[in-house]
């Protein structure tokens, strides 16, 4: 990919080039995520969690004790479970 640049807006908004956003596979709503090392700004495509990190992400270590630990296939069945209560009378 060659060089390109893009201007910055008064809100500090910029567009993607059309050579990145191919590159990169990025629709709307695509997340980029923004990382500094030293005095360089790199710039990429945010990676998609899994379950199991998301899971060992916001549970890791915070259950009492006794209290056994729910497998993915239980977490992902009471996701399902409240989404579908969730819009049930829709």
């Given amino acids: 990919m060659q060089k ?9 908004q910029v567009s993607v080039p059309a050579a990145v956003r191919s590159f ?13 090392d030293g005095d360089r700004i ?28 729910k497998t993915l296939a239980e977490l992902k069945q009471g996701v399902r479970q409240h989404m579908q209560r969730r819009h049930a009378g829709r």
């Avoid at 596979?25 to 500094?36: A, D, F, I």
């Avoid at 945010?46 to 890791?60: G, I, P, Y």
């Fill in 24 to 36: 990169l596979h990025l629709t709307p709503g695509s997340v980029l995520e923004w990382r500094q």
């Fill in 42 to 69: 790199f710039v990429e495509r945010a990676r998609r969690h899994t379950t199991a990190e998301v899971h060992e992400a916001l549970f890791a270590g915070e259950l009492p004790a006794g209290v056994p630990a």
């Fill in 4 to 12: 390109t640049q893009t201007k910055i807006t008064s809100q500090g």
